[in-house]
């Protein structure tokens, strides 16, 4: 487990490599805006900006340069994504870096289930914790992502080993709750375990019971995908860890940024997906995955998946290069 403390790290150098990738386009960008000036009827185009105190007005001809708009409009974007890097920067200078509280319980929860054989019963771990195991254990580019949150996906029908999650949970310090749907989580003063199963169908039903696990998930649209390739990794001498395959994770996480009505999460969403993604595109085993996936995907799906592909390319402007590939190998 100490590799995966390094992992929840927030990392700075991640952080200051970012501000000088996107420093050293925007000195490649022209700035300022496009202004439309009439005279004797026709339209003159200038390229308005500051330069220290004065506001310069160059001439750019009577017709708009084909990639100018493009260009000033990627410099628009890479500047909100420069502020949003300088913030964390900020944030993380001021943090200390103590082992963060949770751990413990964590260690705790996979150490039991693999010695009961859970993960043998495709109980898994989805979601950003799901994210971090895979930044370790496998080529990815570094990606922050702080979570207090295990999500825990149940096969439905279940038909694995028995386990009193309720009794279990309590047993360690969590305090169980419920959500207004009827679903369970348990929770403890830095850490929320929650569970979640496929939603079959569009019926009202939100939740149920499971009787052999003594909980009840929440029942979901999409994580049904997630069941269908998998992973376990070893993570230490004792503790394995059962986790949905990269591509699976990859389209889960598209699918699910389409319905997400808060910009933060759809915007972390898509980030995880994006860097899973190019790992998925450049290993020949997880790429034909995606491809099989793929071509099992209702017509809607798809149209999700092309939807979140190309709002990708506003939240995450130099990842273009990397949406258009992945566009192409999909669409």
Known sequence: MEDLKNVLKENLEYYLEQEKIITARLSLLPKGRIKEKIINGDSYYYLQYRKGKKV?????G??????????????KKLEEELKKVREAIKLL???NNSEPDFIKPIKHILSRFTEIGLWESGIEIIGSWCFLIYQKHLPLEKYPLKTQDIDILIPLPYTGKAFDFSSFFREIGFSEHFNPDGSMFFSAPSLKVEFVAPQKGKGDKSSLYIKDLSVSPQLLRFVDILLKETLLIRISRNIKVK??????????????????KRKEKKEKDLRQAIYIGKFVIMDPGEKDKLLNQWGDFSNSWKNRVKKALVQSRDILPLETGFIKQMEKILL
Do not use: A, Q, V, W
């Not at 986790?243 to 997400?260: G, M």
């Open 243 to 260: 986790l949905p395959s990269p591509s699976s994770f990859f389209l889960h996480k598209l699918l699910i940024s389409t319905r997400s």
């Open 56 to 60: 310069i007005d160059e001439y750019i």
């Open 62 to 75: 009577k017709k708009i340069p084909g990639n100018l708009s493009e260009h000033l409009n990627e410099r």
């Open 93 to 95: 200078n001021k943090k």
